[in-house]
């Protein structure tokens, strides 16, 4: 597959992330291709969709028999791979590689096996962004320790890791050289006080930067307005002030920003998706026998609510969600709104009014 073409399967799932995922789709094509570099980290709010990008990946590589050998796909806490003691273990992330690996090939798969698909493996690490050096600007000396033990795995070396294999039906202790530099690494975190950093060096006196605007027109009165994104003003050294050492970044061919979620993007995410919210919510009704709908007006407000929490992103979809649709799902025969359609079953349309209803504060 070209890059092109990954890119067209994952966005299938991933909604509003355009240009982050030409460069994963990059990426996984260099991956595939057994290149040595393409390893990215991923900044973004939470409910951005990394997370989403990371079970994207591995939807693509289980829908095509040619990398039944890439479909080792771990996604890791970075926080995890520290001990009680402060010090760093990089043995678990080898051992949690290999249990997925066992997972992939079946019980019965060969040291070899194993050990070939597990440098084949997509290593997703997530939280890094709180594996920084600094916290509560103080050093953070076991943030600092992680840095430097991934940053060796993730330019390419050599690890000799034992793993248990079956060998003519017994199991088996056998020591194998894992090489790092075939796994493809992607680190992703929230990097919260990142936009105000940002924002903070930008609109600063002696910045000497001229933030764009935006010229709206509301009743015939024009208004302008400056816009700051994170995105447009990033700069690597931004990650060093946050905490991230240079040698620890210069393992990544990037540093790609997700976007922020806008309303329009909002209401793809809750309705189109196999996995949406909606969808969730529409199967759990037909256990009622009830079909349910919507409108794109009702649609439409349930995004614009959702998108007022920006720093949770899609995540919000499903608080603004529930507080319309719980009172439905006890016992929604209850509820007039839940008309028979003279077949034997049910139909519950969610409308404007509706949704109105369910976002007025308690009283």
């Not at 969600?321 to 719980?326: A, F, L, P």
């Amino acid at each position: 597959m070209k890059p092109v073409e990954i890119n067209d399967f994952l966005a299938q799932n991933v909604i509003g992330q355009e240009e982050s995922l030409r460069y994963v789709s990059v990426a996984i094509f260099k991956h595939l291709q057994g290149e040595r570099y393409g390893n990215l980290l991923l900044i973004g709010n939470s409910g951005t969709g990394k997370t989403t990008i990371m079970r994207a990946i591995e939807a693509l590589y289980g829908s095509h028999e040619d990398f039944k050998e890439h479909r080792a796909v771990l996604i890791l806490n970075a926080n995890t791979l520290a001990t009680e003691e402060g010090a760093v273990d990089t043995a678990r992330l080898f051992t949690r590689l290999e249990e997925r690996a066992r997972q992939v090939l079946g019980p019965g798969a060969s040291a070899e096996e194993i050990c070939r698909t597990m440098e084949r493996a997509t290593v997703c690490l997530d939280e890094i962004d709180k594996v920084s050096g600094m916290i509560g600007g103080k050093p953070y000396v076991t943030g600092i320790n992680i840095q430097q033990a991934l940053l060796t795995l993730i330019e390419g070396e050599r690890v000799l890791h034992r793993l248990t294999a079956m060998k003519d039906g017994v199991p088996e202790s056998a020591a194998m050289w894992i090489d790092t530099g075939k796994i493809l690494f992607l680190c992703a975190g929230a990097f919260e006080t990142l936009y105000d950093q940002v924002f903070a060096r930008v609109t600063s006196a002696k910045s000497g930067v001229k933030l764009p605007t935006t010229t709206t027109y509301i009743n015939g009165k024009i208004t302008i307005k400056e816009y700051f994104t994170l995105r447009h003003h990033f700069r690597q050294e931004d990650l060093f002030e946050y905490g991230m050492q240079p040698q620890f970044l210069s393992r990544f061919d990037n540093a790609v920003i997700l976007e922020d979620l806008n309303a329009a993007t909002l209401s793809k995410i809750f309705k189109d998706p196999p996995q949406s919210v909606f969808q969730i919510s529409r199967n759990f009704f037909e256990k009622y026998g009830i079909v349910l709908d919507i409108t794109d007006d009702a649609v439409q407000k349930i995004a614009e609510e959702a998108a007022k929490s920006s720093r949770i992103g899609a995540r919000a979809l499903k608080s603004v969600y529930g507080r319309i649709i719980k009172p439905f799902e006890f016992d929604p025969f209850s509820r007039e709104e839940v008309k028979a359609n003279g077949d034997g079953k049910h139909h519950l349309m969610i409308d404007e009014k509706l949704v109105s209803e369910g976002l007025k504060p308690a009283a």
